[in-house]
C-alpha cells in the first residue's frame, strides 16, 4: 500500500509521463524533418548556383585542366 501511495505523489504520473514521451519524439521527429529539408534546399540552392555561373566563373572554380580532350 505504501508503494502505491509513493507513485502517486510522484511528480508526474504514468499517463502524463507517456504523453510527454510521445510528444518528445513527435518533436525530435520534426526537427529531424526540417534539418533534412534545411540540408535538401542548402544542395538544391547550391546547385542552381553552379547552373547559372557562366563559363569564365566555372574556369575559375574548377581551372583550366582538361581531360578528356
Known sequence: MAR????N???FNEDVLAKLKDTK???Q????????EAE???IFDRKQ???NMSFAELLDKHGDQGGKF
Do not use: F
Open 40 to 42: 535538401a534546399k542548402r
Open 25 to 27: 519524439k513527435a518533436l
Open 49 to 51: 548556383r553552379e547552373k
Open 4 to 7: 502505491k501511495e509513493e507513485k
Open 9 to 11: 505523489n510522484s511528480l
Open 29 to 36: 521527429a520534426e526537427e529531424q524533418q526540417q534539418r533534412e
